[in-house]
């Protein structure tokens, strides 16, 4: 397991809890199993391992994150999107955004220029290239709002 696997793993857990609506806590029991990882392995190589110790540490706290932070995250997503509405962004984009902010934001290991970059290839993957330039550009301007350029030398 790597960690942008682990990642990749704790967005379509972001992605689904905001699909299903199920609470935080029972996904990751029911998503975390050894039989769902078992049952999806054959359609995704990204569920060939079941994530353990740091990995599953680092998924667990970063989709609870996640879900805690949600209103705060959306919010800073409406506020950088230009000429978008949160209700046209597609729930994974959504979700890809609020993985990348809250690690920015949040995880204390997570350099914001990783956490962009992870949100871009895996925009990347899973998106068309209109979204892929839109989760970009919002992420270059939380970037700029969060992370100013430190001054030229």
């Known amino acids: 397991m790597t960690r942008s696997n682990a990642r990749e793993l704790a967005l379509h857990l972001i992605y689904a809890m ?5 609470p935080v806590q029972e ?4 998503r975390l199993e050894k039989e769902y990882f078992e049952l999806l392995a054959q359609e995704d190589e990204v569920y060939a391992e079941r994530p353990k110790g740091k990995y599953r540490s680092y998924i667990e706290g970063t989709v609870m994150g ?3 932070k949600k209103p705060e995250l ?4 409406e ?4 000429n978008w509405s949160l209700s046209r962004i597609s729930s994974l984009a959504k979700a890809i955004l609020e993985l990348a902010m809250y690690e920015a934001l949040y995880a204390e290991d997570v350099p914001m220029n990783v956490a962009i970059h992870e949100a871009v290839l ?7 290239e209109d979204t892929v330039k839109y989760v970009n550009g919002v992420l270059g301007a939380f970037s700029r709002k ?3 350029e430190a001054p030229q030398c």
Request: with cysteine.
């Open 27 to 30: 996904l990751l029991e029911t």
């Open 74 to 77: 959306d919010a800073e997503i």
């Open 79 to 82: 506020a950088l999107s230009q």
């Open 66 to 68: 996640v879900a805690a």
């Open 122 to 128: 895996l925009a990347k993957k899973y998106e068309e």
């Open 146 to 148: 969060h992370a100013p």
């Open 18 to 22: 905001d699909c299903s609506g199920m």
